[in-house]
């Protein structure tokens, strides 16, 4: 069985919070959507602390496709597939480094740090010179940008510019990046690892659902959870129209009250209030940049979830800490990060525990992929307009708006056989 891109509307009914699973499993669906979505939308590639001089690259993905992020001798940053000319080699294995040449290990093609074909084995003898190096350099992005630091870029030259695809999101997104004079950096060390699920189970969880924590993080959480239990914690979440979604509590989580974190975050508090004012200094967010970058700046982490089959993405886990910390604490924040939110980390354990069994139930079941899931919470309740927080405002903690638009956005980008813009002037714009 296999779903053609025309009945994807009847799977995916997010108006009525009703999403057939089989989007998640099917491995039609899963190809298109390598072509429709990621071969489309702005895509997170790497942070400019991650390659700081000329000739620092970054190994990532785009949808299924390899792609190095290099610094270029001009300070330039530019992207390209990692994938040889002439049969297709990886023409890169490392994770990250600093080259000035990628020297194919097939056949022993050679490019420079801007993607350019230089060397060819035999050009004048084998190939009679006939071949034109200018023309067979590496397949660059066709747009690349970055939003303070935020490299992202997109192999659609129709696609709007980045600031646009960003919308609303750039106000939150500056909560954990421009929070403090000096910015962020992204310490060295990937974390990466596989579930059995699909990306967009996590991607949407991130957008969203702060409702699973008090039961799935019950155990993990301890002392700090337990002001989760019962009563939903104050809070908003904020649906974009281009798909993006963030999740806030108000107030603040003090973890203890010596360590060194705890004591750095007590000193910065009122330089990040300045800053950006209160709404967003008393707040804890987790977020999803559509379609698959999500993070929670209260746990210094990044993440990006790369498919790698229907039902089948790795976790990449970045860890963010502020630029000018001293070394001690940003050593604190990353023992902390690798703890809760790395591969063995006592938070993530849990979401992971999850997103396997519900990808083993979907690979195996037929009857459980033929039950629609519930996406009803909060339907008919969202609010638009809200005095503090731009954006589509639901004005409680927990409510699946953001899931329903990512589905959306979702469902635009795979029905659409033209870039599909958002027109509305205001993302508030009505629900229809
Ligand atoms: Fe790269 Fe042949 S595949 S040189
Ligand atoms: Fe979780």
């Given at each position: 069985m296999s779903i053609e891109i025309d009945d994807l509307a009847d799977k995916v009914q997010w108006e009525k919070g009703l999403i057939s699973p089989e989007?998640?499993?099917?491995?039609?669906?899963?190809?298109?959507?390598?072509?429709?979505?990621?071969?489309?939308?702005?895509?997170?590639?790497?942070?400019?602390?991650?390659?700081?001089k000329p000739g620092d690259f970054f190994n990532t993905y785009m949808g299924g496709d390899p792609v190095i992020v290099a610094r270029q001798k001009d300070g330039s940053v530019r992207a390209y597939l990692n994938a040889c000319r002439h049969r297709g080699m990886k023409v890169c294995r490392a994770e990250d480094g600093n080259a000035r040449n990628f020297m194919c290990t097939y056949h022993?093609?050679?490019?420079?740090?801007?993607?350019?074909?230089?060397?060819?084995?035999?050009?004048?003898?084998?190939?009679?010179?006939?071949?034109?190096?200018?023309?067979?350099?590496?397949?660059?992005?066709?747009?690349?940008?970055?939003?303070?630091?935020?490299?992202?870029?997109?192999?659609?030259?129709?696609?709007?510019?980045?600031?646009?695809?960003?919308?609303?999101?750039?106000?939150?997104?500056?909560s954990w990046v421009d929070h403090v004079p000096g910015g962020i950096e992204i310490l060295p060390g990937v974390i990466k690892w596989t579930?059995?699920?699909?990306?967009?189970?996590?991607?949407?969880?991130f957008a969203g659902d702060g409702y699973h924590a008090q039961v799935t993080h019950s155990s993990s959480l301890g002392k700090i959870g337990e002001g989760m239990w019962g009563k939903m914690p104050e809070g908003a979440q904020f649906s974009s129209r281009h798909g993006h979604g963030h999740s806030?509590?108000?107030?603040?989580?003090?973890?203890?009250?010596?360590?060194?974190l705890s004591v750095y975050n007590a000193e910065r508090n009122p330089v990040v209030e300045e800053r950006l004012g209160s709404s967003?200094?008393?707040?804890?967010?987790?977020?999803?940049?559509?379609?698959?970058?999500?993070?929670?700046?209260?746990?210094?982490?990044?993440?990006?979830?790369?498919?790698?089959?229907?039902?089948?993405?790795?976790?990449?886990?970045?860890?963010?800490?502020?630029?000018?910390?001293?070394?001690?604490?940003?050593k604190a924040q990353q023992l902390s990060a690798t703890l809760t939110e790395g591969a063995a980390g006592i938070v993530e354990l849990d979401d992971g525990e999850n997103w396997n069994l519900m990808g083993q139930i979907l690979e195996q079941g037929y009857?459980?992929?033929r039950m629609d899931w519930n996406y009803q919470m909060g339907l008919g309740h969202e609010t638009e307009d809200h005095e503090t927080y731009p954006g589509r405002i639901n004005g409680t903690y927990y409510g699946e708006g953001p899931q329903r638009t990512f589905y959306r956005r979702w469902l635009e980008f795979m029905t659409s056989e033209k870039w599909p813009r958002v027109d509305a002037v205001r993302e508030s714009g009505d629900e229809s």
């Amino acid at each position: 069985m296999s779903i053609e891109i025309d009945d994807l509307a009847d799977k995916v009914q997010w108006e009525k919070g009703l999403i057939s699973p089989e989007i998640f499993i099917d491995e039609k669906v899963y190809r298109e959507e390598l072509g429709r979505l990621f071969g489309r939308a702005w895509l997170f590639l790497a942070h400019d602390s991650m390659i700081p001089k000329p000739g620092d690259f970054f190994n990532t993905y785009m949808g299924g496709d390899p792609v190095i992020v290099a610094r270029q001798k001009d300070g330039s940053v530019r992207a390209y597939l990692n994938a040889c000319r002439h049969r297709g080699m990886k023409v890169c294995r490392a994770e990250d480094g600093n080259a000035r040449n990628f020297m194919c290990t097939y056949h022993g093609w050679a490019y420079d740090i801007s993607g350019e074909l230089i060397n060819v084995p035999n050009l004048a003898d084998a190939y009679h010179n006939d071949l034109d190096r200018k023309k067979w350099g590496l397949v660059q992005v066709a747009q690349i940008d970055n939003y303070k630091g935020l490299w992202f870029a997109t192999f659609d030259p129709t696609a709007p510019p980045l600031h646009e695809y960003l919308g609303d999101m750039t106000f939150y997104i500056d909560s954990w990046v421009d929070h403090v004079p000096g910015g962020i950096e992204i310490l060295p060390g990937v974390i990466k690892w596989t579930i059995r699920g699909n990306w967009k189970i996590a991607a949407e969880q991130f957008a969203g659902d702060g409702y699973h924590a008090q039961v799935t993080h019950s155990s993990s959480l301890g002392k700090i959870g337990e002001g989760m239990w019962g009563k939903m914690p104050e809070g908003a979440q904020f649906s974009s129209r281009h798909g993006h979604g963030h999740s806030m509590v108000f107030g603040r989580v003090t973890r203890f009250d010596d360590d060194p974190l705890s004591v750095y975050n007590a000193e910065r508090n009122p330089v990040v209030e300045e800053r950006l004012g209160s709404s967003r200094t008393n707040m804890l967010g987790n977020f999803t940049v559509f379609p698959n970058m999500s993070g929670l700046p209260a746990s210094a982490n990044l993440r990006v979830w790369h498919p790698k089959g229907p039902n089948t993405f790795e976790i990449w886990s970045f860890t963010v800490v502020d630029k000018d910390a001293p070394e001690q604490v940003k050593k604190a924040q990353q023992l902390s990060a690798t703890l809760t939110e790395g591969a063995a980390g006592i938070v993530e354990l849990d979401d992971g525990e999850n997103w396997n069994l519900m990808g083993q139930i979907l690979e195996q079941g037929y009857q459980t992929r033929r039950m629609d899931w519930n996406y009803q919470m909060g339907l008919g309740h969202e609010t638009e307009d809200h005095e503090t927080y731009p954006g589509r405002i639901n004005g409680t903690y927990y409510g699946e708006g953001p899931q329903r638009t990512f589905y959306r956005r979702w469902l635009e980008f795979m029905t659409s056989e033209k870039w599909p813009r958002v027109d509305a002037v205001r993302e508030s714009g009505d629900e229809s």
